[in-house]
């Protein structure tokens, strides 16, 4: 984990792409993306997901690891309120996330920076249309220079 | 007002009683210091002895932070055959230390049966270093208390200078809004009253009020003499532990060094971990060797606390604490909606 990622290729600003990370639920939103695949919508290849079992499994630290380490946004996804397959994992995570994207902002890094949302499995549109909204904003506010780790 | 002479004569007189009653195995309190405007914190064990404590300006540890590991449990069943039975402690508690013994209590970190809470209401203390400022160029050789409440303080030319108590008051105190114990057996003193009930949301709203570039910088300023050293977490009465997330290696969450994201990181990390826990004592920026306001963040997320879902920290021991809850109607306005 440590050392994997920190090598980051020298970009030109011109084709300079905003990369996102998208920490996905796997019951609901991961369900989510894969039909918006399989339904062939398409949206920005910007995102790397990463599979989690609960929104309710995300540490804050995560979040701030993927900006440190040059991801430009991180967006977060989980089932629906009252829809968690672990009856409340959604729940509990909220709280979390309020309070680090309330921090974020408080400190001064762009609270578009990371982004939280409910996909169900059954919203493969809507999932194309948050990724677009979450890519598009990356690439308004421009690389993330605040919090990413340069040596 | 009771004066600090009256408390401190009848601290004495509690401990000399409990550990003479033998209610107690362990008195925790504070002595006087080798050095001025400063005390220590002081085990006591027998009530003979109970002449070493003091009162005065000068009293600012958190003695709660000692408790978690009076009480740490054994680590399996053969240590707990030979572990001996958790000790009985009284304690002397100004308003944040009690709140501080109650989110430890809500955590089950100490047993109530085996604590005896000695409250004292509290008029701020002195910040030692705010009182070195004032002084100047003079050294402190001793200091006292006059009967308003202010410093008296004999300095290196031997005269005699006083300070006024609010100009040398610690930050934390100057925004402390409940100075009396909410919970004690034994409370000394009468109720002390806040300074100023909005001074932390005031502080907090100053700094919200800038462009966000320039709360970017501040927080860069007030955080980049950050040497790592970890004081502020080890001085934490609620930052107990005992595989703290800095010290794991694998992963290693967060970097050592002072890269300046790592050191932002680690002060949000922290301060994400004490929201809704964070009892205001003020411990963490006494501790900082570089003068850092490390409550900078934890102010911040306390208020916001308070105004998401109406809690704070250390009032009962009964309530649950907000991140360790959820409500299905919990706000949710931040979230991005296609």
């Known amino acids: 984990m440590s050392q994997a990622q920190t090598v980051r290729e020298p970009v030109a600003e011109k084709t300079w792409e905003p990369k996102v990370v998208a920490f996905l639920c796997n019951w609901c939103s991961y369900a989510g993306a894969d039909l918006a695949g399989v339904s062939r919508i398409q949206y920005p290849a910007n995102i790397r997901i990463v599979r989690v079992p609960c929104s309710g499994r995300i540490n804050p630290a995560f979040l701030l690891r993927a900006l440190q380490n040059g991801a430009d946004a991180v967006l977060v996804s989980g089932c629906h309120p009252g829809d968690c397959h672990y009856i409340s994992g959604n729940l509990a995570a909220r709280r979390k996330f309020a309070l680090l994207k309330s921090l974020l902002q408080y400190v001064g890094i762009e609270s578009e920076r990371v982004q939280f949302s409910w996909v169900s499995a059954s919203e493969g549109g809507r999932f194309a249309s948050i990724v677009e909204k979450v890519v598009e904003q990356a690439r308004a506010l421009g690389p993330n220079k605040k919090l990413a780790k340069s040596l | ?338």
Not at chain 2, 165 to 175: F, I, P, Q, T, Y
Not at chain 2, 266 to 289: D, I, K, S
């Open chain 2, 1 to 338: 007002m009771t004066t600090s002479h009256e408390l401190e004569t009848r601290l004495r007189e509690t401990a000399e009683r409990l550990l003479g009653e033998k209610k107690v195995s362990l008195f925790l309190g504070y002595e006087k210091a080798s050095l001025p405007l400063r005390t220590t914190p002081l085990f006591l064990t027998a009530a003979e002895q109970a002449a070493r404590l003091a009162w005065n300006p000068f009293c600012t540890a958190n003695l709660a932070v000692y408790l978690p590991r009076l009480f740490k449990a054994p680590a399996n069943a053969r240590e707990a055959k030979v572990a001996p039975p958790p000790p009985t402690v009284a304690i002397v508690l100004k308003g944040c230390d009690a709140r501080s013994v109650v989110a430890l209590l809500q955590e089950r970190q100490v047993r109530r049966e085996n604590l005896v809470l000695v409250g004292v209401a509290c008029p701020g203390m002195v910040d030692a270093r705010k009182a070195e400022i004032a002084l100047g160029d003079h050294e402190a050789l001793g200091a006292g208390e006059d009967a308003r409440g202010n410093v008296r303080v004999v300095v290196d030319d031997g005269t005699e200078v006083t300070l006024r108590r609010e100009d040398v008051l610690a930050d934390s105190c100057l925004e402390c809004r409940a100075p009396a114990p909410a919970v004690y057996d034994v409370l000394l003193g009468e109720s002390a009253e806040a300074k100023e009930t909005d001074a932390e949301r005031r502080k907090a709203a100053e700094f919200e009020s800038k462009p966000i570039d320039v709360r970017w910088t501040r927080f860069q300023e007030a955080l980049s003499k950050c040497i790592r050293c970890n004081a502020c977490r080890q001085a934490c009465p609620v930052c107990y532990c005992k595989d703290c997330l800095l010290d794991q290696t694998r992963p290693r969450w967060i970097g050592a060094g002072t890269d300046f994201s790592d050191v932002a990181i680690y002060h949000m990390v922290r301060a994400l971990h004490l929201a809704g826990r964070c009892t205001e004592c003020g411990a963490c920026a006494r501790a900082c060797p570089m003068g850092i306001d490390t409550r900078l963040l934890a102010r911040k997320l306390t208020l916001e606390v308070e105004d998401l879902y109406g809690y704070r920290p250390g009032e009962s021991a009964e309530a649950t604490p907000p991140l360790s809850a959820f409500a299905m109607d919990d706000p949710q306005e931040f979230l991005t909606e296609p």
